[in-house]
């Protein structure tokens, strides 16, 4: 399929961007480079489909890393933001929009009575760990292999998404005093945490975890002696005066309509003193948030002692964005989304069975990630042994049958809701191939 226009195609305009942006992007796995390849510049998306520069349709399965869950262009979204938009782009002024998010995240998240808005997922975590220090006093903060919190300087370390993409041990430019105050054990790892509390405990601010790591590929949280991995984590982080924060930027109101919290702490056997969110909460346009305990949260100015500000935060375009998603987010929008991710994960199970690639599938809620090794992932250095060189040649042999899947074997896939079973006949058209492909040593 090609177009009759004469926009620059993607190839020209990699080359272009090269010139004036660092690898091309602006954010790092978008250039491929793990998979190799020019990225298609995507000129335009509706439901579950993407156009490129090139006259190309896919079927997306990245959903821009997880934001749109209603599908692209969601009509309700788009109205709602344009209707905001005639009202004034920005105020710099509390405005109607920030309060009804606040109050649709507090009712559906019962850890979270306050939170404030900010303006990505980084910034929700680098300002959780901000309150935590200045709550308990403390400087270190615990943090594990694979799981990814932003580009914050101190959460760097052995981090998912394109850290691990990539390979890389953390990043460069982060100061040896930040890199001391973190300490970075392996996920699930129950004896690690407690001999580390028992050698330093006392000068822990807090743990911060992704509720369901799955910026390694999916690793879900384990049970042990019927105790969950999070309900560990705030135990021994609380004996100790330490806190737990529960980043949830990616699982927020997707794992399940009240994230993975709603899976693991529906009970309330537990719950964690701060949490982050970001993706889903903004509908696609830039909205962090990070919120929990009312005591905690009321150490920001103007009345308290921790400083956190933004010109742009609480906008009232992306407030419009948010919460004309979580309107579109009920019951029905969870159950369609849970069956578009079940229906696609068995579709990926029967093709790369039949071809003999060795695989399993994990999830979380609704989220789930194809991992190219044939035994359970539980940790990074698990999702690390997997055969990338495989899944490099199932991405491209997707790509070019019309499927866009994230160019990493270390990201979740994600649905949404315009994932249709005619849009999953589209992908199960393509599976058998790129499975074959995946064969093909
Ligand atoms: C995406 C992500 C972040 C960072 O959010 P940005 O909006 O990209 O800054 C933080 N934590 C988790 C778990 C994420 O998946």
């Known amino acids: 399929m090609t177009s009759a226009t004469s926009q620059p195609h993607s190839t020209e305009l990699f080359s272009r961007a090269q010139q004036v942006i660092p690898s091309g992007v602006n954010s790092p796995v978008r250039a491929f480079g793990s998979v190799g390849g020019t990225p298609p510049f995507v000129t335009d998306a509706k439901g579950a489909l993407l156009h490129d520069a090139d006259g190309t349709e896919y079927v997306d399965l990245v959903g821009s890393w997880g934001p749109m869950i209603l599908g692209h262009a969601n009509d309700a979204v788009v109205e709602a933001v344009r209707e905001a938009a005639g009202r004034g782009l920005s105020f710099g002024a509390p405005q109607p929009g920030e309060v009804g998010l606040a109050e649709e995240v507090v009712r559906r998240i019962r850890p979270v009575e306050q939170l404030r808005l900010v303006n990505s997922g980084t910034e929700a975590t680098m300002s959780a760990l901000r309150v935590a220090r200045a709550a308990t006093g403390r400087d270190v903060v615990v943090k594990f292999a694979g799981c990814y919190h932003g580009h914050v300087d101190a959460l760097l370390a052995e981090a998912g998404s394109g850290v691990a993409t990539f390979a890389m041990p953390g990043s460069a430019g982060v100061t040896a005093a930040t890199a001391r105050d973190t300490v970075v054990l392996p996920y699930g790892d129950r004896a690690a945490v407690t001999a580390l509390f028992a050698e330093r405990g006392a000068e ?25 991995f999070n309900r560990f984590l705030s135990e021994t982080a609380h004996a100790a005066g330490a806190l737990l924060i529960s980043d949830e930027v990616l699982t927020g109101f997707r794992a399940s309509r009240e994230g993975h919290y709603g899976i693991d702490g529906a009970d309330g056997s537990w719950a964690p003193d701060l949490m982050t969110f970001g993706k889903v909460i903004g509908g696609g346009l830039p909205v962090g948030a990070f919120g929990g305990r009312k005591d905690l949260m009321g150490l920001l100015a103007p009345a308290g002692p921790v400083y956190q500000a933004g010109t742009l935060s609480g906008n009232p375009l992306a407030t419009a964005a948010g919460l004309a998603t979580f309107a579109g987010l009920d019951e029905a929008a969870y159950e369609t989304l849970g069956s578009a991710s079940r229906t696609l994960q068995q579709l990926v199970a029967d093709a790369l069975t039949t071809a003999g690639v060795p695989h399993v599938i994990q999830t979380a809620g609704t989220l789930f990630s194809v991992f190219f090794r044939d035994e359970t992932v539980r940790s990074y250095e698990e999702a690390k042994a997997q055969d990338t060189a495989a899944f490099t040649r199932f991405f491209h042999a997707m790509l070019e049958g019309g499927v866009y899947l994230p160019p990493s074997a270390f990201e979740a896939w994600f649905v949404s809701t315009a994932h249709t079973p005619e849009i999953l006949d589209r992908i199960a058209a393509v599976l058998p191939g790129a499975a074959r492909a995946a064969a093909r040593d």
């Open 204 to 228: 822990i601010a807090a743990i911060i975890t992704e509720a369901a790591p799955a910026n390694m590929g999916v690793v879900p949280p384990l049970e042990e002696d019927g105790i969950g």
